[in-house]
């Protein structure tokens, strides 16, 4: 019997001596407890060298797969001819008992003996001693590392993660910068902040100009536009904005500078990103577009573990926080997450954006498990799907939710998304409140009040010594005498209508008579109570009391 253990230096073959104590398997580590009856046990019959380290790690590779290499079977072919061979490895000893015609055993009674040949392997090898083992053992191990993870410079999407994360950080910050320009600057020119409305164009045109005054003598060709550059004249010389010092203009432009020079190292960063993005999800970046993927990649923590994922995590990607909150609530889930940035769902109309997502991140999800586990490098399989999305069956969506347009900037469709929003939400408060119906306590009757009787009313309450409530309020049989008839009450214009013209429907159409209340001075007494014995106010006489 022939066993074949493998090291760091290439492949050892050893004769057992005597096999009758293979039956015993735990004895086995007795017999290599030492040197001597090591070398009793087994002999050395045959080493293969390995010539470099690529070879050694692609017979090491071979064996994890369960195959022999080349090498290897050209080896066992030359010294294992009639032999029966012990291996560590069922799977290794079935093939070659398959393809080289050598039986082969694989039972406990090996392992163990495997187990005292390694314990002793410096002895049983003469000029392998352990300093050279060490060596060669770390840098297999190495070797071996890079080869299972299949480590590339150009595969690290560490990269992409640490890259899209500073490019939201750098927007951000770039966006304050260039809001707080406007507001320092709009104190001595205000209306440039209509005529310009790009932050880097805005930052160049300050930086520039300085103090507004030197606008007409300055030459802006080279930033703005010939009608945005005599409009900016124009203002600049009839602007109402305040004198600022030159301490303040040299501030100003300062951060100016600090503007443009984050907008200039933004776009270095995203050159930089797409270009990382090609080399590593190729058909990822073809499909739904560099920022969108490098944020799904960012999400889910690697290119690996987004492979990982099916389409319909894809697809919510990032909506984590709504989908929660719907199960919870139990409210319909949400129909995208990042994935509705991507250029092919922006472009779709609204009704059928939520299949048009679930198709799109199915086909992601295939191009991401090609990216991370594929071997080629190319784009093919993305543009393909992205070119065939819309015409190859079953279509993502009903023909008539199919787009009628070409493909559009990501930010035009967020722009008409957020105004079909807006417009929606308009009708629907202007039908509300076209429905809704006033009060009758809100509903406001106008009385003309005479100013002599409004002073005798304040000087009634201010000065008055009542001490019950029929003293304050006349019985009704004399409140005719403190008032005088208004006669019927005029009609409402409707611009004089503070709500609804329905609001007051039935006062516009009804006559109503009424009674002011002891508004009247004493000099129209007589008149009163002559009206009142005439039957002027008819049987129900309403009394308002108005309070100033």
């Not at 087994?42 to 790690?57: G, Q, R």
């Not at 900037?409 to 509300?432: F, M, P, V, W």
Request: one cysteine or more.
């Amino acid at each position: 019997m022939l066993v074949l253990f493998e090291t760091p230096g290439g492949f050892a073959l050893f004769k057992v001596l005597d096999e009758g104590k293979l039956s015993n398997a735990e004895d086995l580590g007795n017999v290599f407890s030492s040197a001597d009856s090591a070398r009793k046990m087994v002999k050395l019959k045959a080493f293969d060298k390995f010539d470099n380290t690529s070879e050694a790690l692609e017979a090491v590779a071979k064996l994890l797969e369960g195959a022999p290499s080349k090498g290897l079977r050209k080896f066992l072919k030359a010294n294992c001819e009639g032999e029966t061979l012990a291996v560590a490895d069922s799977k290794l000893g079935n093939i070659i008992k398959e393809k080289l015609k050598i039986d082969c055993v694989h039972n406990n009674a090996v392992m163990e003996l495997l187990r005292g040949v390694r314990s002793q392997l410096s002895e049983l090898i003469s000029g392998l001693g352990d300093q050279d083992l060490a060596p060669m053992s770390l840098g297999l191990s190495h070797s071996l590392a890079r080869y299972k993870l299949k480590f590339s410079s150009d595969k690290v999407d560490t990269m992409i993660i640490q890259a899209i994360g500073l490019l939201d950080d750098l927007d951000k910050e770039l966006n304050t910068y260039a809001m707080r320009v406007r507001e320092w600057y709009g104190w001595h020119f205000p209306e440039l902040a209509k005529i310009i409305s790009d932050n880097i164009l805005y930052a160049k045109s300050v930086k520039l100009m300085g103090n507004r005054i030197n606008a007409a003598k300055l030459d802006f060709s080279e930033i703005l536009a010939d009608e945005v550059e005599a409009e900016l004249k124009e203002a600049s010389v009839i602007s109402m904005g305040t004198e600022v010092s030159d301490l303040d203009l040299m501030h100003i432009r300062e951060l100016c500078d600090q503007v443009l020079s984050l907008a200039e190292y933004r776009a270095q960063l995203y050159d930089y990103l797409k270009s990382r993005m090609n080399t590593i999800a190729p058909n990822l970046t073809a499909l739904v577009g560099e920022l969108v993927g490098a944020r799904l990649i960012s999400h889910g923590g690697s290119l690996l573990n987004l492979s990982k994922q099916p389409g319909s995590t894809v697809q919510i990607l990032g909506a984590e926080k709504a989908l929660f909150r719907a199960l919870k609530t139990k409210h319909a889930t949400p129909k995208y997450g990042l994935i509705y940035h991507a250029s092919l769902v922006g472009q779709a109309p609204p009704k059928g954006k939520g299949k048009i997502s679930r198709s799109l991140a199915a086909k992601a999800a295939l191009a991401i498990r090609c990216d991370a586990l594929g071997d080629g490098e190319d784009n093919t399989m993305g543009v393909e799907s992205r070119l065939k999305f819309f015409t190859t069956y079953p279509l993502p969506c009903q023909p008539f939710d199919l787009p009628k347009y070409p493909p559009t900037k990501e930010i035009d469709a967020k722009r008409r998304d957020e105004e079909y929003r807006r417009l929606r939400e308009k009708r629907k408060n202007a039908h509300e409140n076209g429905r809704r119906r006033t009060k009758p306590r809100e509903r406001a009757v106008r009385a003309m009040l005479v100013p002599e009787a409004n002073a005798e009313r304040m000087r009634m309450i201010t000065h008055a010594n009542a001490k019950s409530k029929s003293e304050k309020f006349p019985p009704p049989h004399q409140d005719g005498l403190l008032g005088f008839p208004m006669g019927l009450s005029r009609r409402f214009e409707p611009s004089e209508i503070p709500f609804s013209s329905t609001s007051f429907t039935s006062y516009a159409n009804e006559p109503l008579e009424m009674w002011s209340g002891p508004l009247a001075p004493v000099e129209f007494t007589d008149i009163a109570a002559e009206t009142r014995r005439s039957g002027g106010c008819g049987g129900g006489s309403m009394r308002m009391d108005v309070k100033v």
